[in-house]
Antibody, heavy 122, light 106 residues
Framework: EVQLVESGGGLVQPGRSLRLSCTASGFTFGDYAMSWVRQAPGKGLEWVGFIRSKTYGGTTEYAASVKGRFTISRDDSESIAYLQMDSLKTEDTAVYYC?????????????WGQGTLVTVSS | DIQMTQSPSSLSASIGDRVSFTCQASQDIGNYLSWYQKKPGKAPKLLIFDASNLKTGVPSNFRGSGSGTDFTFTISSLQPEDIATYYCQQYSHLPTFGGGTKVEIK
């Protein structure tokens, strides 16, 4: 059974950093691209970014709203994806979901974690 | 960025009704479109990918159609467990989601 478990959320002040983790099980983690998607309170879904599998270079892409502040990485030996969030803003407050991508070419999200809440506030 | 516009933003229907709503892309996305179901406090669930392919295990009560810029999602017979917000998402370019259609019981 595919499982994705996020951790690392919490309350953080504007301008500070936070790192989220996504621990995967039930599939060969290294074969898949992984994305992060967020949902701000009362708002819709917003794709944050993704990381390709090492087969495709392990490179990353980001939404314009987080580019230059957020960094996605992966540890295939531990089946963990990370989201490093720097220079956080109040508008980054959201539930952050880790997702498995259908393929490196098709960023449709076939499995989701339960989400972790990040609150950016002074 | 490709903009995705869903309509209506909400609808109310009776149990057993056939329910349909649409998603329009700001440019041609081929069939690179997915539909998700989102319930409060729960993670979204992928229902349909590539515009019309049902994910394994998803009830056949759900159907997606369309290509290019215009897409439709249909629930053939609304059930109480279908109450949720439904989002479309394109992946022809970097992913973007529609604003959602909230389905309620009349």
């Amino acid at each position: 059974e595919v499982q994705l478990v996020e951790s690392g959320g919490g309350l953080v002040q504007p301008g500070r950093s936070l790192r989220l983790s996504c621990t995967a099980s039930g599939f060969t983690f290294g074969d898949y691209a992984m994305s992060w998607v967020r949902q701000a309170p009362g708002k819709g879904l917003e794709w944050v970014g993704f990381i390709r599998s090492k087969t495709y270079g392990g490179t990353t892409e980001y939404a314009a709203s987080v580019k230059g502040r957020f960094t996605i990485s992966r540890d295939d030996s531990e089946s963990i994806a990370y989201l490093q969030m720097d220079s956080l803003k109040t508008e980054d407050t959201a539930v952050y979901y880790c997702t498995r991508d259908l393929s490196v070419w098709e960023l449709s999200f076939d499995y989701w974690g339960q989400g972790t809440l990040v609150t950016v506030s002074s | 960025d490709i903009q995705m516009t869903q309509s209506p933003s909400s609808l109310s229907a009776s149990i057993g009704d056939r329910v349909s709503f649409t998603c329009q892309a700001s440019q041609d996305i081929g069939n690179y479109l997915s539909w998700y179901q989102k319930k409060p406090g729960k993670a979204p669930k992928l229902l349909i990918f590539d515009a019309s392919n049902l994910k394994t295990g998803v009830p056949s009560n759900f159907r997606g159609s369309g290509s290019g810029t215009d897409f439709t999602f249909t629930i053939s017979s609304l059930q109480p467990e279908d109450i949720a917000t439904y989002y479309c998402q394109q992946y022809s370019h970097l992913p973007t989601f529609g604003g959602g259609t909230k389905v309620e019981i009349k």
